[in-house]
């Protein structure tokens, strides 16, 4: 048993500046109500939340590491790549997130050219309202506007009929490689980290490739306890982990009061035999 896994740690979650509804600051006041004792914000492609999450954590008297979630390709599937403990201020890592973030807009207007062609109108203005930073506009945007015009009555549905692949509103697109968001990761100082596995929609062998790869790349943690995991898949990933000598990380990947199931600080903690993602982590805690 190791016992630094008996830790409130809340390592993934989203504020408005990408797809999230709360500031940093209300985020920040939610975990530490919540118990939560080490804290990283991992806002999509973008770090412009990381100063003011901080300084609300450090009020709040919560450890903090800095946090991103990086969109990647990866044998034609979108899989997200959380950094933790990076150099914000990192120059490559600026830049790598920065042309990530810049095909958005073209996407977003073809992704409204789409849903217009199936009776959803004005969804590129609609998504806009919703939006806190006009660089990150995201799916989770379009699928507020579509609640709006009560198309559908949540956002999940949303997603089951407009915007998951191969739906109406669904525009591929190509984000950054694997090896290149491992890369500006570990440049920063960071640790990259596998998101929430057993969303991915892969066969065994390609799951095996992702691991192999993103190892072979200098990745060296995984999610195991995350909002987007049941209880069995908790178990697999802990296996998953140990088979790839990964550290285990937990984190709740709470958008919304009003979308996630799973709030801030909530989760089981991670099982016990598993190397906690902060043992790794433990001088970048500022
Ligand atoms: P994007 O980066 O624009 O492709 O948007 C991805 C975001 O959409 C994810 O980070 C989730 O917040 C959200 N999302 C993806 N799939 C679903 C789903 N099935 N239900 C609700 N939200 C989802
Ligand atoms: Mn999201
Ligand atoms: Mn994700
Ligand atoms: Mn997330």
């Known amino acids: 048993m190791n016992s630094t896994c008996l830790l409130n740690a809340d390592l993934h979650c989203h504020s408005i500046v990408s797809d999230g509804t709360l500031s940093p600051e209300d985020l920040a006041a939610r975990a530490s109500a919540n118990g939560v004792e080490l804290w990283a914000l991992t806002d999509h492609d973008e770090i412009g939340g990381i100063a003011r999450a901080r300084a609300a954590a ?29 150099d914000e201020n990192d120059p490559g890592l600026r830049r790598g997130l920065e042309s990530t973030r810049g095909g958005r807009e073209g996407r977003a207007r ?24 006009p660089d990150l506009i995201s799916r989770t945007h379009f699928a507020r506007y579509i609640v709006e015009v009560g198309a559908c009555g949540d956002t999940a549905e949303v997603f089951r009929k407009y915007l998951a692949d191969g739906k109406p509103g669904f525009v591929p697109h190509r984000w950054a490689s694997l090896g290149d968001a491992v890369a500006w990761i570990t440049r920063a100082g960071g640790v990259a980290v596998i998101a929430h596995p057993a969303r991915y929609a892969f066969t065994a062998n390609e799951e095996y490739a992702l691991f192999s790869e993103f190892k072979a790349h200098g990745g060296t943690a995984v ?54 993602v902060w043992e790794l982590l433990a001088d970048r805690i500022r």
């Open 110 to 133: 073809e992704m409204a050219a789409e849903l217009a062609r199936v009776g959803i109108h004005g969804a590129f203005e609609g998504a806009l309202k919703y939006v806190g930073n």
């Open 223 to 276: 999610e195991v306890v995350t909002g987007s995991h049941t209880a069995a898949e908790y178990v697999k990933y802990a296996q998953t982990a140990r088979e790839f000598g990964l550290a285990a990380s937990r984190g709740s990947d709470f958008h919304s009061p009003d979308e996630s199931h799973t709030d801030l600080g909530q989760l089981p903690y991670l099982p016990g035999e598993l190397t906690p």
């Open 58 to 86: 450090h009020a709040a008297g919560m450890a903090f590491l800095s946090g991103v979630e990086v969109s990647v390709t990866f044998a034609g599937e979108t899989v997200h790549i959380v950094g933790l403990g990076f």
